[in-house]
């Protein structure tokens, strides 16, 4: 049996962590939720629901999920598979069947869930958003030859290939400098389109400009940063 675990980011999500959770498939060995300094009770709720909390006190979304891997490296049995997907409820935690499928079956090291455009609900992602995505994997492309479409939260990883990457970003550019690097290592990667709806509460980074023109800096600059190495 594939020993899966889940790793959540979460900052103030009190209000959606628990469905995320409970929608997670019961093949998940563990969920892993990560506290990021939230001033409401996201962690009591997410430990009610059966997640282990963990808690980072330093504010990033990259913060978080480098927590997360600590704790795993810590335990003496490994995963198979790392999944990260956030606590917002934006996605469908019961398509990482899906999302986990081309590792199990197809020996991919790593799949993105792709926030395709006819899977999303109408206003599920911004227009900063939209065009940051364009932008980011375009340049991925061109640099790259990559065919990423998306810079999408909910993504499926084997566990050595993650620690391969020797993953470092502390905020925005977490999601764009793994894919990056595993451009850079030749890993084998797939997209699969997953459902997108409204997220419950704001967002910290698309729902504020500071956040958005952040975030931004932060992704063209791993890009341009790999892209004259």
Known sequence: MTHIIVI?????????IAQVIHEIPASVSEIIVVNNNST?????????AGATVLTETKMGYGYACLCGM??????????????FIDGDYSDYPQELTKVVQPIIEQDIDFVIGARVKHLREPGSMTPQQVFGNWLATSLMKLFFRATFTDLGPFRAIKYDKLLALKMEDKTYGWT????LKALKRKMTYIEV???????????????????SIFAGIKILGWIFKYSIK
Request: charged share 25%; hydrophobic share 35%.
């Open 176 to 179: 764009v400098e793994m894919q």
């Open 70 to 83: 600590q704790y795993v490296a810590q335990q003496s049995i490994k995963p198979d598979i790392i999944v």
């Open 193 to 211: 389109p997953v459902r997108y709806k409204k997220r419950i509460g704001v967002s910290k980074v698309s729902g504020t400009v500071k956040g």
């Open 8 to 16: 959540i980011p979460a900052y103030n999500e009190a209000d959606s």
């Open 40 to 48: 409401d009770d996201t962690a009591t709720t997410a430990e009610k």
